[in-house]
């Protein structure tokens, strides 16, 4: 089966400039994560889709972040206007179904920005 | 809420030496346990988990895990590891109602040596 599949790999912008993300998810999962990983630290989750409908987005910085999975399919996260703070690897994840906490969480493989 | 502390931000060893990659919980409710490998430039793997019944956890490539509720840790280890073990590891914890939401630790730096 196919994994989860990010888009870009990799992503250089100036601090104030805008930028988008683009995940999908494994066919058939109902569950997407964005995850920010900084440098040294481990994933901290950003949002939670459960189909189309956002189930937790309490640390996402809603001033500048947004997300969206309009189909209950892939997934879009933007930035704007991006800080240099925002530099790290964002982390895509979908498993099977949230009220279930064994269900496996299968990551892509990342968007790693750099905001200068 | 639940938190993770992986106590070693490093752990350099020899090529065919055992490792153990120390985990430690914090958590009101009972937990589930996972650890996740992420090499370099990809995303993370899932390894083992932890969600009842033995204590003891079997993964893949030969890693293995023990559950121990007095101590609350989940440490892994791996009898003889290989240069491809060369990766970051994270521990997480999620817990059973509200969202599951895991919890990620800092991870720890696994550098095996030839």
């Known amino acids: 089966e196919a994994g989860v599949a990010q888009s870009p790999r990799y992503k250089i912008i100036e601090k104030r400039q805008s930028v988008a993300f683009w995940c999908n998810p494994i066919s058939g999962h109902a569950t997407l994560y964005w995850y920010q990983q900084i440098l040294g630290q481990g994933p901290k989750l950003l949002i939670q889709f459960q189909n189309n409908g956002v189930v937790d987005d309490s640390q996402l910085p809603k001033d500048r972040f947004s997300a969206e999975r309009l189909k209950g399919v892939d997934s879009t996260l933007k930035i704007q206007p991006a800080k240099l703070e925002d530099s790290a690897v964002y982390l895509c994840?979908?498993?099977?179904?949230?009220?279930?906490?064994?269900?496996?969480?299968?990551f892509g493989a990342g968007t790693r920005l750099s905001v200068l | 809420a639940q938190s993770v502390t992986q106590l070693d931000s490093q752990v350099p060893v020899f090529e065919e030496a055992p490792v153990e990659l120390r985990c430690n919980y914090s958590?009101?409710?009972?937990?589930?346990l996972f650890w996740y490998v992420q090499y370099p430039n990809q995303g993370l793997q899932l390894l083992l988990k932890?969600?009842?019944?033995?204590?003891l956890v079997k993964g893949i490539n030969g890693f293995e895990a023990e559950f121990n509720k007095s101590q609350t840790s989940f440490h892994l280890r791996k009898p003889s590891v290989h240069i491809s073990d060369t990766a970051e590891y994270f521990c997480?914890?999620?817990?059973?109602?509200?969202?599951?939401?895991?919890?990620f630790g800092r991870g720890t730096s696994l550098i095996v040596h030839p």
């Open positions: 958590s009101s409710v009972s937990v589930y």
């Open positions: 997480a914890v999620s817990t059973p109602g509200g969202s599951y939401i895991p919890t």
């Open positions: 932890y969600l009842s019944g033995s204590t």
């Open positions: 994840a979908s498993s099977q179904n949230r009220n279930r906490g064994q269900s496996i969480q299968y």
